[in-house]
């Protein structure tokens, strides 16, 4: 609504059917008197709607003189016509306001709690014993939202269940949602504190190392390679320091290596590459929605139409068959099967593209298909295509690479075999 507008409202304004021989007449009178008419519309034969503030309607009756026609009032609209039908409806606006109210004071509470499990179904707890510690916590329906901290109550469920290992609490409108990750126990039996090292699974460029246990044997920015010691399970002493004036009689004995379990996260840069190539003549085809159905009996010797098209209604198709064998008697394997196959219509349209539209759908085809190998919860750093053809030829080809940082670490035993189950339990190892 516009400013103009917004003040007929507020002011008030009637809306009016002007009828005779001439309404045409009566219009430019009131122009020429610089009347305000808004919404001009012809509804019948010699009759015409408007609509005009309600301060400028008195002097109107001169003008339907002067013009031959007659005006009449069909509806008062505007603020203070609404206000005055409110005046004996005292009940209807005390409702309103308190409905506004109602709404405005229930849209601030939590009405649901609801539990997600971030990582899968929940083993340790259960829903239920979530929502029982949010509410012992001081988040249950009817709880106002701005009376909860939310750093608070995420600290306060990890302190009552310490099977989680991470909580996070998000409002949705009037629905509280508390995202749960359960801990990982270790693997039962003895082989999780079995000396161990890790290495790497891939090349790489080291970004971060945290040593928790066992002897770092590289260090961020470092190149390495697969199966390359990234922390070892077998830690060195140091050499003793050689007093002035002691012989080597004298030093005292080499402390033995220690066996430990390496445990630590090692994130590394990894590449990985693609090559895509394509026609730069593409083909598309489009469904028109157009399709057939033909029902076929097949014998060994022969096949009878029983419905529908013997050959293909259409130039361009797509066939479907669903074959129906009929049952088997005794020995005898089925000689007669029921074919219904359906003719859908498509349209083919061909596009030249030229070379940078198909380095780049080739590029992106390439890139797709490296996502969709990529190892679940690595992060994406960065990504490059290059052409490896020049614009004259007809088919491109392109190389894609995608950058990613994620953890290269996988625990060998010293023993050179893999513990059983593989990695360890997600998180630090």
């Known amino acids: 609504m516009t400013g103009h507008n917004w003040q007929t409202y507020l002011t008030g304004y009637l809306v009016l059917t002007i009828s005779g021989d001439d309404p045409e007449a009566f219009l430019n009178l009131a122009l ?35 013009s031959h026609c007659r005006v009449r009032i069909v509806d008062k609209r505007g ?3 609404f206000s005055r039908r409110l005046r004996g409806r005292q009940l209807l606006l005390a409702g309103f306001l308190f409905f506004l109210v109602a709404i405005y004071i229930l849209s601030a509470c939590v009405w649901v709690v609801d ?3 971030e990582k899968g179904p929940l083993r340790q707890v259960t829903p239920a014993q979530v929502i029982e510690a949010a509410r012992v916590e001081g988040l249950k329906p009817g709880t ?7 750093r608070a109550l995420e600290y306060g469920l990890e302190q009552r269940l310490p099977q989680l290992a991470w909580v996070g609490v998000s409002f949705h409108g009037t629905r509280a949602e508390i995202k749960v990750v359960e801990k990982v126990p270790p693997p039962a039996g003895d082989d999780y504190e079995l000396p161990a090292s890790i290495i790497a699974v891939k090349d790489g460029v080291i ?19 697969r199966g390359e010691i990234l922390i070892s399970g077998l830690i060195l002493p140091p ?24 445990r630590g996260i090692v994130r590394a840069r990894v590449w990985y590459e693609e090559e895509k190539e394509i026609d730069r003549l593409q083909v598309q085809e489009q469904a028109t929605g157009r399709q057939q159905k033909a029902l076929i009996i097949k014998t060994p010797g022969s096949q009878v139409v029983l419905r529908g098209p013997a050959r293909p209604p259409y130039a361009n198709y797509r066939q479907e068959n ?10 005898f394997p089925p000689s007669v099967e029921l074919i219904i196959s359906t003719y859908r219509e498509i349209l083919v349209q061909k596009q030249q593209l030229g070379y940078e539209e198909a380095v780049r759908a080739a590029g992106q085809q390439a890139l797709a298909s490296l996502k969709a190998r990529l190892p679940a919860g690595v992060t994406i750093t960065g990504e490059k295509i ?31 075999q893999t513990l059983p189950g593989g990695n360890p339990p997600e998180g630090p190892r």
Do not use: C, H
Request: charged share 30%.
């Open 32 to 66: 020429a008197r610089g009347l305000t008419l808004l919404d001009v519309t012809r509804t019948g034969k010699g009759q015409i709607r408007v609509k005009m503030p309600v301060s400028e309607y008195r002097v109107l009756r001169p003008l339907a003189r002067e």
């Open 79 to 81: 603020l203070p016509f």
């Open 115 to 117: 539990v997600r499990p």
């Open 144 to 150: 106002w939202k701005g009376r909860v901290d939310i």
């Open 207 to 225: 970004k971060q190392i945290l040593v928790m246990n066992g002897e770092g044997r590289v260090a961020a920015g470092d190149t390495v390679r």
């Open 239 to 262: 050499e003793p320091e050689k007093k002035p004036g002691e012989n080597q009689l004298q030093q005292q004995p080499r402390p033995e290596p220690r066996l430990v379990r390496a």
């Open 322 to 331: 669903k074959v129906i064998t009929l049952p088997s008697w005794r020995n």
């Open 386 to 416: 290059v052409p490896l053809t020049g614009p004259g030829g007809q088919r491109v080809r392109v190389r894609a690479w995608v950058e990613t940082e994620e953890d290269i670490g996988q625990v060998v035993p010293l023993q050179g």
